[in-house]
Nanobody, 115 residues
């Protein structure tokens, strides 16, 4: 059973870059046809898909966040990461990593953007 675990700072200052890592266990991020996503949920709002990195390293991003988002991976650690630049308080949310084809989610991590 594949398990995902988010990690990273819970507090980020405005204009800085938010960085989160998702560690995957029970399966390889390079397994063919699997994809690995980042999704967030701001307080009082619905889920927002941010982007995905596919098994071959290809990345795709939400058009609304594309200019500020980067997803990368470290295959040696079986991890994939999210970077969101120039954050504002509107980026405050619970951030989840997700494997859509497997139906697996991390437990989510709260990130607050505040000075």
């Amino acid at each position: 059973q594949v398990q995902l675990q988010e990690s990273g700072p819970g507090l980020v200052k405005p204009s800085q870059t938010l960085s989160l890592t998702c560690t995957v266990s029970g399966g390889s991020i390079t397994t063919r046809y699997y994809a690995w996503s980042w999704i967030r949920q701001p307080p009082g709002k619905g889920l927002e898909w941010m982007g995905v990195i596919v098994y071959d390293g290809s990345t795709y991003y939400s058009p609304s966040l594309k200019s500020r988002t980067s997803i990368s991976r470290d295959t040696s650690k079986n991890q994939f990461s999210l970077q969101l630049s120039s954050v504002t308080p509107e980026d405050t949310a619970v951030y989840y990593c997700n494997a859509p084809r497997l139906g697996s989610w991390g437990q989510g991590t709260q990130v607050t953007v505040s000075s």
